[in-house]
């Protein structure tokens, strides 16, 4: 058992699941959050996010009296702020969350303590903006308040596993503050703990997703292309990536979620004139909503009238709740923009949109096409008969090579890949080349 008390500034994705964690390792954990409701609901042991077993976690952690919330800041050994660092309209940082909560904790800093930032920041925010505010506390910053940073890496829906288990990068304001840091973290933390500087911290989050970001606008780039010349990204990733080196992502809709599709923007932001791939990365996954959009009209292209669209899942990804940033819910903003267009949705991990029907069969009525958006495990055994039935056309849109195609056909649907020819099918397309062989 240790006795540290630590201040989490910051009770969303990832701040409540790190208090919650510290907390049952032993620590006494004060959970801050300017939202009442959070705060009181993690005083009656319930939490506000969705994050499989986080409950149980949170629950226990409560009732052991490990972790209490507050409003307000309380003295501790260690402060973390994982507070939201969400982008602008002109696509920049907004870091006011970032320096109001270096704000609230000043007063309670003492010597010897501890100031993470956890929250993903662009580069010099550390060393140029968390430094200068937390030097209002009158401390020596590196001699009697340490300061760094570590990014989180978790996956939503798998969050608690990798906190344990994912190796961390610390990257301190001065060696001594990353191995306070790090002695810190090694209270939950099973993976190894890299130490380095603040700044390289701060470019190694940004870089973890702008990497993902860049390769994902290569294979959306890589299905365009092939719907082109007539032949399936699909197969031609599955058998690239056959080589050792080589692993090319998936093509899709478009890339959501408050990370990848916001991260790699902090880099242009600072670095204009040099990251060049990195923004027409950003631009080609932000252009594939419009690319659907595309493809169905083509695909309704001989219906007159009014055509419905019935889409499937509206979540950033897969399995979770999170509709933040995410693409299906821009694809359904350009279909509201057209007149020609009624569009109806179902998610099964959302309640709450204007468009929702209640099941997959409503979804469907009079419907011209089912745009599959999101490859969610509940629709892996769609009730297409029954859809069928219902519908006015049958076209099946997948955007995410996730159903399969015979069964699809088999019940009397057009299938209609994205990322793949429009005009050749498939097999014809293999008949045509062994024809001429
Ligand atoms: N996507 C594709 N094609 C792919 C992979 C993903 O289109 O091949 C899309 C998804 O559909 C989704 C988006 O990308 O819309 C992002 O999903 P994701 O699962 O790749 O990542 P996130 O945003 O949920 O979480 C990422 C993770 N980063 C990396 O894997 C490098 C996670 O570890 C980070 O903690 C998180 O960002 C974060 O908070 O920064």
Redesign the pocket.
């Known amino acids: 058992m240790n006795n540290k008390k630590i201040c989490v500034i910051g009770l969303g994705y ?1 701040g409540l699941p790190t208090s919650a964690m510290f907390a049952t390792h032993g620590c006494k954990v004060i959970g801050v959050d300017v939202n009442e409701k959070v705060v009181d609901a993690l005083n009656r042991g319930e939490i506000t996010i969705e994050e499989p077993y986080l409950d149980i976690m949170v629950q226990a952690a409560v009732r052991s009296g490990n972790l209490i919330a507050d409003t307000k800041p309380h003295e501790a050994n260690a402060f973390i702020i994982a507070v939201p660092t969400p982008i602008t309209e002109e696509k920049r940082a907004d870091m006011s969350y970032v320096i109001a909560a270096a704000e609230t904790i000043v007063p309670y800093l003492r010597k010897g303590n501890i100031v993470i930032l956890e929250s ?1 920041s662009p580069t010099g925010t550390v060393e140029k903006l968390l430094v200068p505010i937390l030097e209002k506390s009158g401390l020596k910053i590196g001699e009697e308040l340490y300061v760094g940073h570590s990014p ?5 829906g798998k969050i608690l596993w ?1 906190l344990v288990n994912n190796n961390r990068i610390v990257g301190g304001i001065n060696r001594i503050s990353a191995e306070k840091i790090r002695d810190l973290y090694k209270i939950f933390v099973n993976g190894e703990i890299f130490l380095t500087t603040a700044t390289t911290a701060e470019m190694c ?1 940004l870089m ?2 702008t ?2 970001d860049v ?2 606008a290569l ?1 959306n780039e890589l299905a365009k292309i092939c719907e082109n010349i007539g032949i399936n990204a699909w197969e031609v990733i599955e058998l690239a990536n056959k080589h050792p080196r080589v692993n090319i ?4 809709p ?8 916001v ?1 790699p923007w902090f880099i242009v932001e600072k670095n204009p004139d040099k990251a060049k791939i990195i923004e027409l990365s950003r631009k080609t996954n932000d252009s594939m909503p419009q690319h659907v959009l595309n493809r169905v009209d083509e695909i309704l292209s001989d219906i007159k009238g009014t055509k419905k669209v019935s889409i499937l899942g509206i979540t ?2 897969p399995n979770i709740d999170d509709m933040r940033e ?2 299906i819910i821009e694809l359904i903003d350009l279909i509201d923009e057209r007149d020609d267009y009624e569009v109806s949705v179902y998610d099964p991990y959302v309640k709450n949109h204007r468009y929702q029907a209640k099941d997959l069969i409503d979804v469907a009525k009079n419907s011209d096409l089912i745009l599959l958006a999101v490859h969610h495990n509940d629709f892996k055994n769609l009730p297409l008969s029954d859809m069928a039935k219902v519908m006015r056309n049958k076209n099946f849109f997948d955007t995410r090579n996730f159903i399969n195609r015979e069964e699809v056909e088999e019940k009397g649907f057009k299938y209609i890949l994205l990322g793949e020819s429009k005009s050749l099918h498939r097999e014809t397309y293999l008949n045509e080349v062994i024809a001429t062989i």
């Open positions: 990832i993903t989180e890496r978790v996956l939503p990798e989050k973890e997703n990497f993902r390769n994902i294979a992502h998936q093509p899709g478009g890339v959501g979620g408050h990370c990848l599709a991260d950033y990804k995410s693409p």
